[in-house]
């Protein structure tokens, strides 16, 4: 609350919060279309591996051709920024280095993701993290790296991490018991198989559609074969403290009105083997039949009444509670992506706090084979034809030693694996030069030992 009246404050001043873009995507597309009506925020420059992607991501969400400058060096970016312009660059690190407050990571890129967030908080800027990817394999890391610099390093809001952590920051501020919380996909069991050759037909979409929409058939199946599912919610975990159950995401076809039924522990007739733990609802009967009122676009999350009184209360006000009337969920049926990006901005500049952060290291998300894999086969990572995520809980994949899937990508397979097998370190040969292979084992001892 109050964040837009903080912002115009700073606008009324002069003193707009400076923001540095980085990776002119889909999130990051839909973060400028809003970022130039959001009174008090300046746009000091987008970076992009190629110049004329940002330029024609600003001209396609409303920015004037003329307010676009290209710019090299930090400062020339300063340069445009005095005189109200917007800098392009392919530069990621001149950018940082420009005079900004916040930076937008949204390359999608573990790596890429990593090497910014690390050269923000170095140059003393607050980070906001889009590419979950990267917060999932050294996010604690990071985190730790920007508590001692002094920055905020922060889950994206708008994306559906940071607004589960905020269902489960209301419950627990209301003194409530999570039972579970998490968010709704499409999901048949087929679907971890699903490659980019199939995404498309999967979802429905037409070749017509494919065509003219300009889709990335590696993002969108992420999310169809339950890699990007396992991805947010290992965040949410180490974001929130909520433990992962044994097995994985467990995908229960649930309409929103029967989230309290389903989303307690099986002690109390639900089909969870803990209370407060992360798991995703499936839109869609395993049969591909509607549910009625799904939740496929929204998130959840389902807490118990500590009393009678409470349990009355739940009643009285109309919540959606299980058959006891002792649980009950509250739900937000969409989110708006990279268009609510500017809570986490506003959050971070002004009042140096996160929406959203790991705190610890409790998920992870594990490689597995989509099939038969054989020696000197080369991984293709999230999305692609080799392997899927699977949500574990930390402590597995530290004894087991799993490959996470963020390092899954351009690793070579060293001796055959089986189809729905983890992949261990042991069965792959790294990058030689993976940075962020080697801050991934940091994080690794740290938990291993500590």
Not at 78 to 102: C, F, H, M, P
Not at 114 to 136: M, N
Not at 389 to 400: F, H, T, W
Request: hydrophobic share 40%; glycine share 10%; charged share 20%.
């Amino acid at each position: 609350m109050n964040l837009s009246a903080e912002l115009k404050q700073r606008a009324e001043t002069g003193n707009p919060l400076r923001v540095a873009l980085i990776g002119a995507g889909k999130f990051g597309s839909m973060y400028l279309a809003q970022a130039r009506f959001t009174e008090g925020i300046q746009l000091v420059g987008v970076a992009d591996l190629h110049f004329e992607h940002a330029r024609n991501a600003l001209l396609r969400v409303g920015w004037p051709a003329e307010q676009i400058q290209p710019a090299q060096t930090s400062q020339e970016i300063n340069d445009l920024a005095s005189s109200g312009r917007v800098a392009l660059t392919e530069s990621s690190e001149e950018l940082i280095r420009a005079e900004v407050d916040v930076v937008v990571e949204s390359t999608g890129s573990p790596g890429a993701a990593t090497k910014h967030a690390l050269c923000a908080i170095d140059s003393g800027r607050h980070v906001v993290l889009v590419t979950v990817e990267a917060d999932v394999l050294v996010g604690p890391i990071l985190s730790k790296r920007a508590k001692q610099a002094g920055v905020v390093y922060s889950m994206a809001y708008g994306d559906q991490p940071a607004l589960i952590c905020e269902l489960v920051d209301w419950a627990r501020t209301c003194g409530f018991e999570v039972a579970a919380a998490g968010k709704g996909t499409k999901h048949l069991d087929r679907y971890p198989y699903s490659t980019p050759d199939t995404v498309f037909q999967n979802y429905g979409f037409t070749p017509e559609q494919v065509r003219s929409g300009g889709f990335n058939a590696k993002m969108y199946n992420s999310f169809l074969d339950g890699t990007k599912s396992a991805i947010e919610m290992a965040a949410v975990a180490n974001g929130t403290g909520l433990k992962p159950q044994t097995g994985g995401l467990r995908f229960p076809p649930v309409s929103v009105d029967r989230l309290a039924d389903v989303l307690k522990p099986e002690s109390d007739g639900g089909i969870l083997t803990h209370s407060g733990t992360v798991e995703v609802v499936a839109s869609t009967n395993r049969d591909g039949s509607s549910l009625g009122q799904d939740l496929r676009w929204g998130v959840y999350v389902t807490f118990k009444a500590p009393n009678d009184y409470v349990k009355a209360c739940f009643g009285q006000y109309g919540l959606l509670r299980d058959q006891t009337g002792q649980y009950a969920s509250l739900y937000r049926p969409h989110h708006l992506i990279g268009l609510e990006l500017g809570i986490s901005v506003a959050s971070a500049g002004l009042r140096q706090e996160p929406t959203g952060s790991p705190k610890t290291f409790l998920a992870d998300v594990a490689a597995c084979a989509k099939r038969d894999l054989k020696a000197g086969e080369v991984l293709d990572g999230e999305g692609g034809y080799t392997v899927f995520g699977k949500l574990v809980p930390a402590p597995e994949s530290l004894s087991a030693e799993f490959l996470p899937i963020g390092l899954a990508s351009e690793a070579t397979v060293v001796h055959p694996v089986s189809k729905d097998q983890f992949l261990t370190y042991a069965d792959v040969k790294l990058p030689a030069d993976s940075a962020v292979a080697q801050l991934r084992r940091d994080l690794e001892n740290e938990f291993r030992h500590g």
